[in-house]
């Protein structure tokens, strides 16, 4: 089953001197349920700009965005979003930040908090629930995020660059604390208690459909089924998808230097460099 299709997706923008911009150009890509894709590119070249699509938060000038087969009108009920920075409410305890997204679904207090604390336990932060965000690392804000989205159980979780302000050792960590979780997705119980979580958990799945935005090429082929290349924009198009052939579960830690990933990120950066080039040669130099 395909959880989530874009059919000949572009997308133009005004800039500010009122000239037309195509960010994005004839996409045509299909991400099977319970599949976990990592989309790569050259900076600006509108992968953020896609997830958007995905999202429902912007609508295509052209061409179709489908979930679950039905085109998506408006905002995507069967998504949750986790953005660079974190949205987290500085004034609610981590407990109630990650209950937040079930109160406003309108689930009772005390069920909400029962769940978030099931959920803190899971990302190994239950001793943390009567904290605030700024008392946390940068690592415990981001399990803080990744429980706020679970907790929803809706069927798609869209991230885009989500680990990219951590540093290399904690970044590590995290990724590995994500293939844990979406992995083992299906141990968790589908409630139905609102409208939008019945209609994400209309297809059962093995495991929730992931969206990886990133500028780290060996993180896309660390965490992913299949990474797609992004050409340099303006009009960026796909321009390589491959098949990430590597057993799950993934040792993170040792997983760089085996030979078939050594190999799948030499065939990706051939394609991957030269876009980066031309998307630097796009860029206006800026003169002394």
Known sequence: MIAIELDHVSR????????GYRALDDISLSVAAGSFLAIVGP??????????LAAGLLTPSAGTVRVDGEPLTGLNRAATYMFQQDALLPWKTVRDNVALGLTLGGIPNADAHARAAAWLTRVGLDRFAAHYPSQLSGGMRKRVVMAQNWIIDR???LMDEPFSALDVHTRQQMESEL?????????VPCTAENAVVRQAARSPRSHKTIIFVTHDLEEAIA????????????????VARHQVALERPRDLMELRTAPAF?????????????????????MPHVRA
């Open 12 to 19: 133009d923008f005004t800039a500010p001197d009122g000239r």
């Open 43 to 52: 900076s600006g070249c509108g992968k953020s700009t896609l997830l958007n």
């Open 155 to 157: 069927g798609i979780v």
């Open 179 to 187: 293939l844990e979780l979406w992995e083992n997705t299906a141990d």
């Open 223 to 238: 965490l992913a089924d299949e990474v797609v290349v992004l050409s340099a924009g303006p009009a960026a198009r796909i």
């Open 262 to 282: 050594v190999d799948l990120y030499r065939a990706l950066w051939a394609v991957l460099r030269e876009e980066v080039v031309r998307s630097q040669r796009n």
